[in-house]
């Protein structure tokens, strides 16, 4: 068994040599499930709306599965394993910058630090999309402090952002657009890591994101 929860150790692959299965499939899954809801939101966007929020929703719905695998997923799934302070991955980022970082069976610091910023962004452009949908659902919301409050009012006090259903507009969507921009950054950033880390470590990366297994640890290597 090597995709149990209770697995901590890199497994042989049965009947392989110099490979190690580090992905599991609810993480792979979940990684290009994600890739394609994201592409076919950005692509709906203001041109089909139905297809867009559903397109959306499945997005929040892969980040919260994410979530929860993080703590019950195998090994290198979970976030105990790969989240490190802003020390590591620092340091991580300064032997990358010299040429000198040694390679990780799961994420790599800088990655999962990524990880983090993707998985937080997505939320935040989905909800952000979520409360645009009614606009009672920015009244669930706490209030706002003060210093915020007086950009999502007009000159009468009132809430804008609303006219006929589809026609959102006010901090509220562009909340959501900026996000939804920053997601962009965000994954070219996220791939050049990827493009840049498989050139280092001479393993394709993506290829390991689809059939979960990578080269054994070496020495040197952190597993
Ligand atoms: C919308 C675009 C994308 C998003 C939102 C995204 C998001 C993510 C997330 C959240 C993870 C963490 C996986 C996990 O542990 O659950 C991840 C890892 C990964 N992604 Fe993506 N990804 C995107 C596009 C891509 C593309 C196009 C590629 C291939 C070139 C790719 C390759 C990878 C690889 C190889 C990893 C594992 C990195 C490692 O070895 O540490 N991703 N991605
Ligand atoms: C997380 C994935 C999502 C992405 C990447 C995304 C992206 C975008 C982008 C780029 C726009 C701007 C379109 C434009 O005016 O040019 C937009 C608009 C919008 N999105 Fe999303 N969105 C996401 C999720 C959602 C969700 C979950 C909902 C609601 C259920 C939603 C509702 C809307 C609405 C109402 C608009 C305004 C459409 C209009 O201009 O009338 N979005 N989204």
């Not at 599965?65 to 989240?83: E, K, N």
């Not at 590591?88 to 910058?97: P, S, V």
């Not at 006929?164 to 070219?188: I, S, Y």
């Amino acid at each position: 068994m090597t995709e149990t929860a209770d697995c901590d150790a890199p497994q042989m692959e049965a009947g392989t040599t110099g490979k190690v299965r580090v992905w599991d499939p609810a993480v792979r899954v979940f990684h290009w499930g994600l890739v394609a809801a994201f592409a076919i939101a950005w692509l709906t966007a203001d041109e089909v709306q139905p297809v867009h929020e559903v397109a959306g929703y499945t997005v929040a719905g892969l980040v919260a599965f994410r979530l929860v695998w993080g703590f019950v997923g195998s090994r290198y799934a979970r976030f105990a394993q790969f989240l490190k302070g802003p020390g590591d991955t620092l340091a991580y980022l300064g032997d990358m910058a010299r040429g000198k970082e040694r390679r990780y069976l799961g994420h790599n610091p800088a990655g999962a630090a990524m990880i983090v910023a993707l998985l937080v962004t997505l939320s935040g452009t989905a909800f952000t999309g979520w409360l645009m949908e009614e606009p009672g659902r920015v009244a669930m919301l706490p209030d706002l402090p003060q210093i915020v409050a007086p950009a999502w009012a007009d000159d009468d006090g009132d809430e804008q952002g609303y006219g006929e259903r589809g026609e959102v507009g006010g901090p509220l969507k562009e909340a959501h657009e900026v996000l939804a921009n920053l997601m962009l950054l965000l994954v070219a950033l996220h791939v050049g890591g990827v493009v840049l880390a498989s050139f280092r470590h001479h393993e394709n990366l993506a290829r390991a994101m689809v059939t979960g297994d990578k080269r054994a640890p070496g020495p040197g290597d952190i597993a």
